[in-house]
């Protein structure tokens, strides 16, 4: 029974039996026993509709406790006597934020206490536990890590990201995590950003498509009786269309920065797939850290109020980013609160000082700075959200720890890397592979499974090494082929070595968010440099390149026979291998345009060829036909 509940059957029978203690004739009983007698409260009903428990509840609280509902704290900034002290209302992972003991026991016992601490408030509401769950469960060791976002676009394939949606919830529920702050809606205008893998592509309609079947699978997860997860669709909104050199955030370059075209660009190509993920019901939107118009967004009431909730009608919570609030009036911090609440943000990611954010708050109530009803629609909004994946049921969601990292989730993953591969130059007679064939590797890249999952994996940046479980490309090759491949992660082999096929791996080091933003967007020439050492070794060059997005490509193109662009594929880089011994074929395209040099960057694409080299939709199959669109032609 959950504590609130508990409390108020004790208080209710105390007090039926106090109003009864006068007229009671000693022979019949008339305290009530049961809750159906009881009457309960309206926000304890699990039969309610979860908005009007969440109004019940709100209007019993004061305005401390409406205050507390509204702070969202990073978990190494946040005690268990701070969440009963202040009633926090949530409690997120940033990049990399996990229990010292990272496994789904550990993550259960933390949000366990979490939820303790809660139930110790005066009427224990419990708080609502986020993370960036954005290509799998990425700060849990050991979970299933799917290709970033930019290879699902390169499937094109809804069930499979709805599936990998639904994967993902179970591994959240599974740590008693119940809020996930993805899908990115981002329609990227410019691969030089350093959070274009994390979007779809840049097709409006796609990133709406995929986006939406993501929701579904995350969201829909029917468990009869327990609870669910909602999403986030983010950054809201023109956070792909930021303009490289706006960015005013430390070194950042582009990310951050402010978004330019003017309203019809940003409703036709940024907003477009809000009403897409809004149609499937998506349950919480994040502001965007990007400017619109000079403001910052996080304090912009046209696009936070009347676009989002007037036009678009979003009915869910939107929570700020990061510090994002604190980023509208520098060094103001009162002043950029009250704008970005009046604004329209119901729930902010603090996310490290609470008692500043509480002490500040109350300060603008008090002076009629932010009016109570705004609070009141705001807390409302976070509490319908906490009925909704029935936290106030069951604090800690259960399920069981075997589904992370599991082998169907596994297996899906493959899948999904299989078929995110696109083929962008094929000799004839390369593909499949024959494994009988000789195979030299080379490349940090073939054995690394942190470098093929990218940022957003165990730490905010990721890192190279062996930082999760999963299937290297050079573990999955020796698994099939006939004689061991030969591996060197320079490419110096001894002298006389040579083979049939040459397989050279050619990577990004992971990166996140504006850390990731290119100016030159190409690759490492430590990286590059192992294409010209293989090339003489061996008969056949296939290229594989794991980065996050297009780059401009040089003679590691022109030297290749096959060129296979693989993007971040996650944990699972068997999928890969799959493709090139052609037991799954090669059905991915490109998702988004890939330019041919650095002036193109940033320009509008009217036509598909339009500043690109290979068009959006351009891929070829095994044997070098092209799946759909056909190339650009030079000049
Ligand atoms: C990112 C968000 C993310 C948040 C929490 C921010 O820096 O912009 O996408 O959800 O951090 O990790
Ligand atoms: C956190 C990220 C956050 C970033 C913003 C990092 O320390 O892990 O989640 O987005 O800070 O600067």
Known sequence: MPRALAAFLVLAVATAACDSAPVAPSTSPTVATTIEELALPTYLDPNRPPMDRARDLVGLLTIDELIGQMALIELGSISPGDITAFGVGGVLSGGGGAPLNNTPAGWVEMITEFQDAASATRLGIPIIYGTDAVHGHGNLAGATIFPHNIGLGATGNEDLVEEIGQATALELLATGVSWNFGPVLAVPLDPRWGRTYEAFGDDPDLVGRLGSAYIRGLEMTGLAGANRVIGTAKHFVGDGGTVWGTSTSGDYRIDQGLTGGDESVLRQVHLAPYRAAFDTGVGSVMASFSSWRQGKVHGDGFLLTRVLRGELGFGGLLVSDWGGIDQIFPGEYRRSLTQAINSGIDFVMVPYDVDLFVTTMRDAVEAGEIGESRIREAVTRILTAKFEVGLFERAVPVVDAGVVGSEAHRSLARRAVAESIVVLKAAEGVLPIDRQDSILVAGLGAD????????????????????????????????????????????????????????????????????????????????????????????????????????????????????????????????????????????????????????????????????????????????????????????
């Open 448 to 635: 690394d499974i942190g470098i093929q999952s990218g940022g957003w994996t165990l730490s905010w940046q990721g890192r190279r090494g062996d930082i999760t479980e999963g299937t290297t490309i050079l573990e999955a090759l020796a698994a099939v082929t006939a004689q061991p491949p030969l591996y060197n992660s320079a490419g110096r082999f001894d002298s006389g070595v040579v083979a049939d096929i040459g397989i050279a791996v050619i990577h990004e080091m992971p990166y996140a968010e504006g850390v990731g933003d290119s100016e030159s967007l190409t690759l490492s020439e430590e990286s590059l440099a192992v294409v010209d050492r293989l090339r003489p070794r061996v008969d056949t060059l296939i290229v594989i390149q794991i980065s996050g997005r297009p780059t401009l490509l040089g003679s590691e193109f022109d030297e290749a026979d096959v060129f296979v662009q693989a993007w971040l594929p996650g944990t699972e880089g068997a999928g890969i291998v799959d493709v090139l011994i052609g037991t799954h074929p090669v059905t991915g395209v490109l998702p988004i345009a890939w330019p041919s040099n650095l002036s193109d960057l940033g320009l509008a694409r009217v036509q598909p060829c339009d500043h690109a080299r290979f068009p959006r939709g351009y891929g070829l199959a095994a044997d070098g036909e092209s799946l759909a669109v056909t190339a650009c032609l030079p000049g």
